[in-house]
């Protein structure tokens, strides 16, 4: 009978269970087990001293005040130079009495998206771009609307652009396209044209496109149902199905036929277009 004892397994209950400060050491050769309480305890986190990163950012803030400072007050930056680019619509005199810019204001002084929407309140400007040109340099950009069209209404003749939207409505017709035969609901610069006949108007915007695209221009222009009547003159015109011209257009046909006319001298008379693209002229 072997009487040597077996300590490889030991329960043990210790009355601080859960102080998990205490480690336990087990000597085998004397057959028992010491326990020793741990002398360290839980390591605490070193907390990250933020006091030089504070100290950095305040100085460059110090350095951004300071060089906005320099900026804003420097004569190197005076505006010496107001550039708007060509246009037909618009002077530099007028542009400064728009947006205030005079010679001799600071170039970082300018407010541009402030001034940007001032001018862009002229409907006849779709986008205007300020910017500055260093060191004494603002420059002007100005997109205009592309006039397209006119109809005639009870306030006079409305201008519309590409798409619709009011530009003017002036006295007198300006040299653009008129489109027959609409009712004028309302117009209000800057906002889209409403017109009673809504399905007509569209037509109309539609086939000014392709006369855009073909390098044409007509005086006047009356659809009616299916058939279209375009006036180079108050009295030469084409008439014909609006399928029929556009495919005129698109081949090149209409535009010999009138360079030939107008080559001749002849300013008056119609032009038919049929099927299969026929052509017949009558005076």
């Known amino acids: 009978m072997n009487n040597d004892k077996d300590y490889r397994s ?23 087990m010491e326990i020793v309480p741990s002398e360290k305890g839980p390591v605490p986190k070193k907390k990250k001293r933020k006091k030089k990163r504070y100290f950095l950012k305040l100085c460059i803030l110090v350095l951004v005040c300071a060089a906005a400072y320099f900026l804003m007050h420097s004569q190197m930056f005076t505006v010496k130079k107001i550039v708007l680019e060509e246009n037909p619509h618009m002077t530099v005199e007028q542009l400064k009495e728009i947006t205030g810019y005079k010679k001799g204001i600071n170039l970082f002084e300018i407010d541009r998206r402030k001034n940007e929407k001032k001018l862009e309140k002229d409907t006849y400007i779709e986008e205007a771009e300020i910017s500055r040109e260093l060191p004494d340099t603002v420059k002007v950009v100005l ?20 798409e619709g939207i009011v530009i003017d409505i002036l006295e007198q017709p300006p040299q653009y396209t008129i489109l027959a035969g609409l009712t004028v609901e309302s117009a209000e610069k800057g906002e889209t ?23 044409m221009y007509f005086k006047t ?8 009547t375009a006036y180079a003159t108050d009295a030469l015109y084409c008439t014909g199905s609006i ?3 556009v495919e005129g257009m698109e081949n090149g046909n209409l535009q010999s036929i009138f360079y030939d006319l107008m080559q001749k001298g002849i300013k008056a008379g119609a032009v038919k277009v049929g099927d299969d693209q026929y052509y017949s002229f009558a005076r």
Do not use: H
């Open 193 to 215: 044209v409403k017109v009673k006949e809504t399905k007509k108007y569209n037509r109309y915007m539609e086939l000014l496109d392709k006369i855009k695209k073909a390098d």
């Open 221 to 228: 222009i009356v659809i009616k149902d299916k058939t279209v």
């Open 243 to 245: 399928d029929n011209f």
């Open 143 to 162: 997109t205009l609307r592309e006039q397209t069209a006119v109809i005639q209404s009870d306030k006079g003749y409305v201008l519309l652009d590409d």
């Open 10 to 32: 030991v329960n043990m209950e210790f009355d601080g269970g859960d102080d998990l400060g205490q480690a336990a050491y087990a000597d085998e050769t004397e057959g028992m």
